[in-house]
């Protein structure tokens, strides 16, 4: 199926062609007249001619505008119209052989090629001019018709994307969607669709993956360096809500963003109490460059992957910074000296991530508690620590809409318990957000709406919180949930887990093998 649409990043070429001369013989008596007759078609047919040329150029010129995601904003916003519009994928040539798998490396394009599938993956945006220069992106995998358990995700993304525009946000809202391989659609379920465009949620639906996995999925977070038309791009997870409206983070980031100084740098990543890096949540800037930066460290990982025995990585060169060869350090917010590449994740997103921002492109900010540190280019694999502010973040974020881990309460009033394992979530970028990790989702827990409560110790509040949007959602888009009877007739239908709670060792390398196989048009 053709289409006039794009999603960012995407690059179309038009081409017209002209029509044919012909020649007309006059003769005999009325062959003046034939002429004159003749001169006049020709007049007319020249200037139609023109005017359809000077029609195909206004065409190409709007096929070159780039998608305005749907503002239908509630309770707080304006309006839009919701026009469901298919993209098709584009192929790539430049190909790798790795044994019996043959692969592909990432484009920069932002959709995975289904034109050499035998299903054809249609992906869903909006047909007008992108809204903002910022961006909020969420990815989901593993949708199946029979496992509703994913709905949990897709829930959280519609609260998400509420909670934004009830604080103010009007910047663009986009998802990634993975089905599951051996699902039988070829499309988001309608419900969903309609659920996410209702929101204002621009759609992109990514191919189906050979095999699926908590490493694989978590690659589709890196989509977001490669959505060029956008000035910078933040990824929450799905079973992460805000506190608070997060634009400010891309302001403080912006140069051109007057109203506020620039206080941080074009990329923006967390620390989290023993990781140098947490990517729940972090803002990139894409480009080309980048893009390719990252496809960079991913290959020369890969071969690096061949020459090493499971699980295929080295914690000393980890993707590719050596910290004892270079006598630096990682650190987090209760650890300071790491010096091995073996911290949550640290074979996965977070230590890609990582290295990607502080060592490869070298422009980085990182928040590690209430420190924010800046980083700018150095020599090769050597950044320079331009800048360390305490409290910077906290001059700046608004007024939360609901606390936790007993955050509004003196530190003499708070448990022993919550002062000492999370205390240091008590200043932004932590309490920025609600993230519901592991087993605390609330959607596999027992819910009555007389039990809500704001009382801030551990998640209650924004636990809660959850469930008094997912209500206002239900009667808003008319999901149909019963809310009534939650724990009987909607809870026993998010058992399960989808992939498991973290990337483990051995999908590791099979999920690289995937991401630049599957993503090869990206």
């Known amino acids: 199926m053709k289409s006039n649409n794009q999603i960012p990043g995407e690059t179309r070429t038009s081409s017209t062609s002209s029509s044919s001369r012909g020649t007309t013989r006059l003769s005999g008596a009325n062959g003046a007249a034939s002429v004159t007759l003749m001169s006049t078609m020709m007049a007319t047919i020249a200037t139609v001619v023109i005017l359809m040329w000077f029609g195909n150029v206004y065409t190409m010129q709007a096929m070159d505008n780039h998608p305005k995601p749907n503002q239908e904003i509630f309770q707080q916003g304006g309006n839009g119209k919701n026009n469901q519009i298919d993209s098709t994928s584009r192929s790539s040539d430049n190909q790798i052989v790795e044994g019996n798998h043959q692969i592909a490396v990432h484009k920069t394009q932002p959709i995975h090629n ?4 035998s299903n054809s993956i249609q992906n869903t945006s909006q047909s007008d001019k992108q809204h903002s220069p910022y961006a909020y992106v969420w990815i989901i995998g593993a949708i199946h018709e029979d496992r509703p358990a994913y709905k949990g995700f897709l829930w959280t993304i519609l609260i998400s994307a509420n909670i934004l525009r009830k604080v103010g946000s009007t910047e663009d809202l986009w998802i990634y969607i ?3 391989p051996d699902s039988k659609l070829d499309d988001l379920p309608s419900e969903d669709r309609r659920l996410l465009e209702a929101m204002g949620i621009n759609i992109v639906l990514l191919e189906k993956p050979q095999h699926e996995s908590f490493a694989q ?10 959505m060029t038309d956008y000035k910078r791009v933040m990824f929450m997870d799905g079973d992460m809500i805000p506190m608070t409206n997060l634009d400010y983070y891309f302001h403080l980031s912006d140069p051109e963003y007057t109203a506020l100084p620039t206080e941080l740098k074009s990329n923006f990543i967390m620390a989290s109490k023993a990781e140098p890096c947490n990517t729940g949540y972090f803002m990139v800037t894409p480009s080309k460059e980048a893009f390719d930066d990252y496809n960079e460290i991913i290959r020369k990982q890969l071969e690096i992957a ?10 000393r060169r980890g993707w590719g910074h050596n910290f004892m060869e270079a006598k630096d350090w990682w650190e987090a917010v209760s650890k300071n000296g790491g010096k091995k590449w073996s911290f949550h994740a640290g074979h996965s997103d977070q230590g890609l991530m990582y290295q990607f921002a502080k060592y490869t492109r070298q422009d980085v900010s990182i928040a590690i508690g209430d420190r924010v540190q800046n980083w700018k280019k150095g020599e090769v694999d050597k950044p320079i620590l331009e800048s360390e502010v305490t409290g910077m973040l906290s001059k700046y974020q608004g007024e939360l809409l609901r606390y936790q881990w007993s955050c509004n309460k003196p530190e003499a009033d708070r448990r022993e318990s919550d002062l000492k394992s999370m205390g240091w979530r008590c200043t932004p970028p932590y309490d920025s957000t609600a993230h519901f990790m592991g087993k605390t989702k609330p959607w596999r827990h027992c819910w009555r709406s007389k039990d809500y409560t704001d009382y801030s110790f551990r998640q209650f509040a924004p636990k809660y919180y959850w469930f008094r949007e997912l209500e206002e959602l239900n009667v808003k888009l008319n999901m149909g949930l019963d809310m009534h009877h939650w724990d009987s007739k909607v809870l026993p239908t998010m058992s399960g887990e989808l992939l498991g709670l973290m990337a483990m060792p051995g999908d590791q390398r099979e999920a690289q093998l995937a991401i630049l196989g599957t993503a090869s048009t990206l």
Request: charged residues 30%.
């Open 306 to 315: 061949k020459t090493l025995p499971y699980p295929y990585f080295d914690k």
């Open 217 to 226: 999925l978590v690659y589709d977070k890196f989509l977001t360096i490669n």
């Open 114 to 117: 289904a034109e050499q599938e």
């Open 178 to 180: 993975r089905l599951s």
